[in-house]
Each structure stands twice: as structure tokens, then as C-alpha cells.
């Protein structure tokens, strides 16, 4: 049985999904709170597979194309936003422009 790896937080993906078109080892570790260089290896391999599926190319050849990642991750754009502002509706979060 696999495990899933699960994200540190909404804000943080949701964050990191508007601000980098690629992301490196950095980010993806903020993105699930992990440093373990096996897991970031698996994640970004898993990343350019969706990348060469989608013929979309790297600027820098440590990181990958953040739209592609997160399709590749399983990760929807649309329902972190809509739980983030339902985090910030019930004000677990603050109510701020990021």
C-alpha cells in the first residue's frame, strides 16, 4: 500500500501555486513540509512525467513547472481556493490580500 503525502497547508499551496511558474526543492519541501531528498525526487519525477505528457518544457532543470506539479500531485487550484476561503470565512485565517 502507498502512502499519500499531504500538504502543510492551503495557504502555503495556494500561495506557491499563484507566485512561482516553477518550483524547485524549496518550495515543494514548504508545500508538504518535508526535506526527505528521496520524497522530493519522487514528487519532481512524478511532476515531469505530466510535464512531458503535456510537451511543456523546464527553464532550470531542477525545477518543474508548477501547474503540471500540481495536476501530477493530485492537487486542485480551484477547491484549495475554495477551502481557503472557507478557512478565512469561519476565521481560522486572516482575511488578507496574499
Known sequence: MRKSIQISDVETAVRIYYA????????????FGTSCRSTLASLK????????NEN????????VNT???YRA?????????RDLKKL????FLKSEVV
Open 45 to 52: 519525477t512524478k511532476a515531469r512525467e505530466e510535464m512531458n
Open 67 to 69: 501547474k503540471c506539479a
Open 88 to 91: 478565512r470565512d469561519l476565521g
Open 56 to 63: 511543456v518544457k523546464s527553464f532550470r532543470t531542477y525545477t
Open 73 to 81: 500531485w493530485g492537487l486542485n487550484i480551484k477547491e484549495l481556493e
Open 20 to 31: 512561482y511558474p516553477e518550483i524547485g526543492n524549496d518550495e515543494i519541501s514548504k508545500l
